[in-house]
């Protein structure tokens, strides 16, 4: 966001001052205050690197408006590559990449991490702006829908639910407790509902219980 997409913020401030006699110094701090960005309610409008893939950014759209000194709504401008969070630590992650439409959270650095952006590591400030919306990172999940997708503590236990396909790739898994399905069990061809053994007599007896 440009300097001059920033001034446009003050808008609400000033008409504020505009009737009356006004303190000259309590208007000065408050334009002043206009200028920080703190954090405000935004609205996703496009993503960028998702999946397994490094942390990407979005762009986002400020949902509460400007107001001018005659009561009329302007859309506030777009504030664009806000790096989004994502759940990790070290090489492990929960990938729950935003996506358009999502109503999220935008918090502002006090200095400007352009570079920082950039090259993901340790650096000197892009500039001398502070409080500045160009440096804004997107928290997700305010005041979304309800899932159809979901990992679900209840407190009485884990509830997985999704579309598609669930598929997990481990070296081994185990489970400590029954396991029921309303489906078939495949060991790589062999079916456990449909398979069958040769070599052997029909007859009325039954099997001893596995061992």
């Not at 352009?114 to 997700?140: C, E, F, M, T």
Request: include cysteine.
């Amino acid at each position: 966001m440009s300097g001059g997409d920033e001034n446009a913020y003050l808008g609400q401030a000033q008409a504020a001052d505009t009737a009356g006699s006004v303190n000259p110094i309590l208007f000065a701090i408050r334009q002043q205050m206009a200028r920080m960005a703190g954090s405000t309610l935004v609205q996703v409008k496009s993503v960028s690197a998702t999946g397994l893939e490094p942390v990407g950014f979005v762009d986002a759209a400020p949902m509460v408006q400007q107001v001018n000194g005659r009561g009329m709504l302007s859309p506030m401008p777009m504030i664009h590559n806000l790096p989004y969070l994502r759940l990790q630590g070290g090489k492990s992650a929960v990938i729950v990449d935003p996506a358009v439409g999502d109503i999220g959270l935008a918090v502002f650095a006090s200095r400007d991490i352009s570079n920082v952006k950039q090259v993901r590591a340790p650096g000197a400030p892009g500039s001398y702006r502070i409080h500045s919306w160009s440096d804004g990172l997107y928290i997700g999940g305010f005041l979304n829908g309800t899932p159809e997708e979901y990992i679900w503590l209840t407190g009485n236990g884990v509830k997985v639910q999704t579309k598609g396909e669930f598929s997990v790739s481990a070296s081994k898994a185990s489970f400590d407790c029954d396991i029921t399905t309303s489906g078939d069990v495949k060991a790589g061809s062999v079916s456990l509902a449909e398979h069958t053994h040769a070599g052997v007599q029909r007859g009325g007896g039954v099997t001893d219980t596995p061992k």
